[in-house]
């Protein structure tokens, strides 16, 4: 079995090299010539724990190649898989469907006997429908080429186990031909039983969007209820704990926070609403889901100001994570884009930390006094604000932070402290839907220097 992948981004890559490890044969294609130069030198783009590993060997054993020429990838090749960008147009939200669009093109020109051409990348549907229509039309007079949709699953930051181990394989065609070669693609996983759902593409375009603009739901829902929760006196991981153990609802991704980030489901998301006004079928909850996100990211802002008794000017913020979660370098629609921005705006100075995401969020954001060791970004702080997760702040010396702050106050966006610790150790502890713990005549402890 051999296979190309068009594109080298974050889901063709880690595809491309699982399905080496598969004991595939899997020549990667980019347009990018220095990604690929780089790619041939053994340099990873993204940050994906195991990936480098994994290339590295799949590499060494002769079944991972990359290249910038299309024609070289087809050769021989079973089936094609178009994992290219589908970046949300600037106009109105909609996937964007060029590359994809561009590239079942150029395969269709360049392909010879019997190919399956597979869309990877997250699309609309419809999409593979297009896709059908492009390749007959572009294709040599004597190829046979199927269309499949098949879409991923993929968490950043556990790519590798979510592709070696998913909860399903979704395969979307009306080809048998099609649904045997993607099968036989597949077959490693059926050792662990892995189910296989084979539907329509429609069907299959649907479940991409379904499942994740439920997840983002889900994580809305239980933002909200975090907000009923600090109002009531109520403790929303107590509410999350006990709905969750309802096997109807089920315990992930009901952990409150500030917002849902990331590349997909703020990306999906939109992506659905407009699907859903284009065809006549709004898609009102997923809509509200979209507004009750986005407020949430500037109610977090607003937060901090009222913490720190509703000024933040001239005051030392520091920020602990800015990566959309943890385990990745990625900030794409993160919160902290717009908390920071927010509290900026508001006077404050910011110094912050992230163990990946530090070169990728200067991009995007300006003035910020970026630390290499978390505790100098609590140094002389009027507040201290947890926006990512990461494991290295779960056991941070809390006592140690708070002889260092200027007033101990610590905004606790994930909940990853205990209250009575915080209480404790005297802090003024914002925590998500749960009560707050205050201090009396909360003073600066220290002068600044
Ligand atoms: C998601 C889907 O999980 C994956 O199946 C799909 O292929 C791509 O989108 P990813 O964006 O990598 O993956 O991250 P995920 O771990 O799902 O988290 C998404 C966002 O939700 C993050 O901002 C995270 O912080 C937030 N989240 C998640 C919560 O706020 N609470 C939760 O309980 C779970």
Redesign the pocket.
Known sequence: MRLAMVGTGYVGLVSGTCFAEFGIDVICVDKDASKIESLKKGEIPIFEPGLEDLVEKQVAAGRLSFTTDLTQAMKDTDAVFIAVGTPPRQDNGHADLTYVHQAAKEVAQLAEGYTVVVTKSTVPVGTAREVEKIVAEHKKPDAVIDVCSNP???????AIV?FMRPDRVVIGTDSERAKEVLKEIYRPLYINETPMVVTTPESSEIIKYA??AF??T??TF??EIANLCEVAGANVQDVARAMGLDGRIGS??????????????PK?TLALTQTGQVMGTPQTIVEAVVKANKDRQHQMAERVIAACGGSVKNMKIGVLGVA??PN?DDVRD??SLVILPALQEAGAKISAHDPEAQEEASKHLKDVTWQSDPYDVAKDADALVII?EWNEYRALDMSRIAGSMQVKRLIDMRNIYKPEIMRELGFHYVPIGKPEITVKNETKLKQVS
């Open positions: 991923e699953f993929l968490r950043e930051g556990a979510d499942s994740n997840l983002a889900k994580i239980i933002n992930k991704f009901l952990h409150a926070g500030p917002g849902y980030g990331g590349s997909c489901f999906d959309f979660k990745t993160a919160p990512t």
